[in-house]
């Protein structure tokens, strides 16, 4: 039988944390007279309340070491309990969700989604969307802080505890977990704060810059407008687009730049076709609106540069009319939007250093049908691809199409037509947080989705968050067996 009690232990560790986040938008909202931060407090206190109860109740397995089941499981319940209570404010104050709309919320702020079901952002109190960004903050880099800070007391190892979140550390730049994950943090604040410096200088105001900042870095999309970037055209389109894309980039490269190994940023594969890529996208949307539509050159450009990068990145803060152009910027939207961006950073989607192998694989099979006696490894960066690796990355892809077209079904089957249907499980599965489609249109939300419609966009999200195989391999019997 598994020993539940070290997973609850670091649970309960986490929830005090998030209990104490909770604090800084209740004194935002008291000190502007808003009766919203005593509810936010109430939430507060019931987290932490939750906690300190976990924590008492299982500190007998403090210094207890994880096994690999145990690392899976505490995983998937990281990402599934904390939202139910992140989910908290949204239920107690402003604006008064549902529980099934409040855990949506809170999911798509953790999972770095973005999507939203509230309407009314720019009325919601100032308290309550500094905590909407906050959860798209946190949930950025949230392996770092749960290896910084929790890890090390459970003694479980930290790159294997890495590997149950997908996290690719591309070669361990550094030898220890709890090493990468202080440096990433910093980092993280770092781009953090020159996000929101840069947004100050173009002319943002002090709080929405904060709030952008948080949502752009992260790649997590949540905006306190309802117009989300709209406000901000021109030079807050091109930032804008520069610290989404700066987001979605590999964070150990971040690392090993600044320990003094500049060469293996820039000469990353995955960095170098990632960009390439996205500009590719965008170039061929800016051309095909032009010359179909009759546009400006350099307004369409921006405003492909900034959807498509939000897109790709996972981002899913939008400007202009992008949302609405149709056609072929609707199918590209779809294609980068799966692709996502790097692996080991905050972004979402299959992932480029994926999609590469994928690719090269094929392009080995093809070689094959013409010189069936020839042996061509997989290589990446001159390094050949083991065998277990292209099996794993064949099977991640797998399963991702598969649960794209099986959750698409299953919307259409609770209600939803079926282009609302693919592309909001498109931007669940992928963490996008785009919205298209028939039902999106009125608002720019999900809130005129049916109750089945959400929680599958939620369990979704999740999924997609967790790379799909953490929380599936939960459901197969010999996992559980000795």
């Known amino acids: 039988m598994i020993d539940l009690r070290p997973m609850a232990y670091v649970i309960g560790r986490i929830l005090?944390?998030?209990?104490i986040l909770m604090v800084a938008p209740a004194i935002l909202d008291w000190r502007a007279g808003d009766p919203n931060g005593y509810a936010i407090a109430r939430a507060a206190l019931i987290t932490g309340f939750a906690g300190a109860a976990l924590t008492l109740a299982t500190g007998n397995a403090l210094g207890q070491a994880l096994d690999v089941r145990q690392a899976y499981i505490l995983t998937a319940s990281i990402w599934t309990i904390t939202p139910a209570f992140a989910a908290l404010p949204f239920v107690t104050g402003a604006p008064g969700l549902n529980w099934s709309q409040a855990w949506f919320e809170a999911v798509s702020g953790l999972t770095t989604t973005g999507a939203t079901v509230i309407v009314g952002l720019d009325d919601l109190p100032a308290g309550m969307n500094l905590w909407r960004?906050?959860?798209?903050?946190?949930?950025?880099?949230?392996?770092?802080f749960i290896a910084m800070i929790f890890l090390p007391l459970m003694r479980i190892g930290g790159m294997q505890f890495f590997r149950t979140e997908a996290f690719d550390t591309f070669g361990k730049a550094l030898p220890r977990a709890t090493d990468i994950a202080r440096q990433l943090?910093?980092?993280y604040m770092a781009l953090t704060?020159?996000?929101?410096?840069?947004?100050?200088?173009?002319?943002?105001?002090?709080?929405?810059?904060?709030?952008?900042?948080?949502?752009a870095v992260s790649t997590g999309g949540f905006s306190p407008y309802?117009?989300?970037?709209?406000?901000?055209?021109?030079?807050?389109?091109?930032t804008g687009a520069l610290f989404m894309f700066l987001g979605s980039l590999p964070f150990v490269r971040y690392v090993q730049l600044v320990n003094g190994q500049p060469q293996s940023f820039w000469r990353d594969a995955q960095i170098r076709a990632y960009f390439r890529w996205l500009m590719a996208a965008v170039l061929v949307v800016t051309l095909w609106r032009v010359l179909s539509a009759g546009t400006p050159l350099e307004p369409t450009f921006r405003e492909a540069l900034f959807n498509l990068t939000s897109i790709m990145s996972s981002t899913g803060t939008f400007s202009g009319t992008f949302p609405t152009w149709g056609g072929f910027a609707l199918v590209v939207s779809l294609l980068v939007g799966i692709v996502g961006g790097c692996s080991g950073s905050t972004a979402a989607g299959l992932s480029v250093f994926r999609v590469q192998i994928a690719m090269a694989v094929l392009h080995r099979?093809?070689?094959?049908?013409?010189?069936?006696?020839q042996i061509s490894p997989v290589r990446y960066q001159e390094r050949p691809v083991e065998?277990?690796?292209?099996?794993?990355?064949t099977m991640f892809i797998s399963t991702y199409i598969f649960l794209l077209g099986l959750f698409s079904v299953a919307m259409t089957l609770v209600g939803v037509d079926l282009e609302s249907a693919l592309f909001a499980i498109w931007t669940s599965l992928g963490n996008v947080g785009y919205g298209f489609g028939p039902m999106v249109e009125r608002t720019g939300t999900f809130v005129d989705f049916p109750p089945p419609a959400i929680f599958l966009m939620t369990l979704a999200m999740i999924l997609g968050r967790l790379g799909m195989l953490t929380l599936l391999v939960l459901l197969l019997p010999?996992?559980?067996r000795r």
């Open 16 to 19: 005090i944390v998030l209990a």
């Open 478 to 480: 010999v996992f559980w």
């Open 387 to 393: 065998e277990d690796v292209i099996r794993a990355i």
């Open 133 to 144: 960004v906050m959860t798209n903050w946190l949930g950025g880099l949230g392996i770092a």
């Open 185 to 187: 943090l910093y980092i």
């Open 365 to 373: 099979q093809i070689r094959q049908i013409f010189h069936p006696s």
């Open 193 to 215: 704060l020159a996000c929101i410096v840069v947004f100050l200088i173009i002319g943002m105001p002090p709080f929405i810059a904060v709030t952008h900042g948080l949502s």
């Open 226 to 238: 309802d117009a989300s970037f709209n406000a901000f055209r021109g030079a807050g389109e091109y």
